[in-house]
């Protein structure tokens, strides 16, 4: 089974920016869609971005669009979500998950393999 190990997190001040990762082992290539999702404190795990393998689709939620950007390298095996304007709404872990189909899909049910967290806090 895959192992995914997200970093990168950190506290950051409004309006600025950080830069997760998540490394993937365990396998040599996937053809699965990979995503970022995040918990908020004292609120459901909620969608944030979905990239398909091959990074030439993407789809966001209406809350990060214009600010988040998800790309990945394949052959290296990681998925990168830049993250731009940050605000503190934006507080939250943040996990990256890959899915079990191709396809993109923003629900957390269509994703097998989670990593364990990275924590995201933006002052204001």
């Known amino acids: 089974q895959v192992q995914l190990v997200e970093s990168g997190g950190g506290l950051v001040q409004a309006g600025g920016s950080l830069t997760l990762s998540c490394a993937a082992s365990?396998?040599?290539?996937?053809?699965?869609?990979m995503g970022w999702f995040r918990q908020r404190p004292g609120k459901e795990r909620e969608f944030v971005a979905v990239?398909?393998?091959?990074?030439?689709?993407?789809t966001y939620a209406d809350s990060v669009k214009g600010r988040f950007t998800i790309t990945t390298v394949n052959a290296r095996n990681t998925v990168y979500l830049q993250m731009n304007s940050l605000k503190p709404e934006d507080t939250a872990v943040y996990y990256c998950?890959?899915?079990?189909?191709?396809?993109?899909?923003?629900?957390?049910?269509?994703?097998?393999?989670w990593g364990q967290g990275t924590q995201v806090t933006v002052s204001s």
């Open positions: 998950a890959e899915s079990v189909r191709v396809r993109l899909t923003t629900t957390p049910r269509d994703f097998g393999s």
């Open positions: 365990g396998r040599t290539f996937s053809s699965n869609a």
């Open positions: 990239i398909s393998a091959s990074g030439s689709s993407t």
